[in-house]
Each structure stands twice: as structure tokens, then as C-alpha cells.
């Protein structure tokens, strides 16, 4: 798995980081609801969601939160959100398609290397 930090920016310029694994199948980005009530005051711009998610094996799940605003990797940031769901202890957050678009992420797995661009520029991200 292509593992990274990931940061969000709160409301009073707070940086709220968070371990992702890359998911180039996950349709959205979703932090895992135990990190999410750990970290949620520090975050703000988060509503009640009414998406119901569909799982890799086919469960439909109700998300319960969504967060819209300024994501940063590697130094790079793009406006990106994310739902809230139980992961079960399997990850912290699925950095998924739109969050790897609004990036324009490209994966080099013959290096296993990420490179990302937004503002700030353009970085290659290593495993």
C-alpha cells in the first residue's frame, strides 16, 4: 500500500494531520470515524452527510459526516473533502479518486512513486 501523511487545514489556520493510504479504487476519500471524533474540533467546516457509500464487498453503509476544505500533501494543496465512515481498525483515511484528481496524481509503481501537483507547485511523494 502507497502510505502517506496527509493534512487538512482547520478554520484558525490549524494543520490537523493523518496517515492516508492511497485507494486508486475508492470512488470518494473517507476518514475512519474513531480518528474523525478524535481530531473533528480541530477541523471545523464538517456537516451531517446524508451519503450512503457502497463498500468494496458490496455492503452499502451510511456515511456520517462530510468535510469540505484545504488538503495538503507533501506541501502541495488542493481543495479537496472527504466523508466519515467506521473503517473497523483497516485504515485512517482512503485517499481516494477525487482527492487524487483534485491533485492530479500519478502513480509510478514501477518506483512506487506519487507525484502530485496544485498550489505550490509539483512533489514526488515516496513510499
Known sequence: ???????????????????????????TSVMCKSVFERIKHRLGNWGPSTKRLRMANGAVVQSEAVWKGEVIIGGIKAQGEFKVLQSGGGWKFLFGKPLLHAFKAVHDYEVDEVRVSGTGGTRTLYN
Open 1 to 27: 500500500p502507497f502510505l502517506q501523511f496527509t493534512s487538512f487545514l482547520g478554520p484558525n489556520g490549524e494543520i490537523v494531520r493523518v496517515q492516508a493510504l492511497f485507494d486508486e479504487g475508492a470512488m
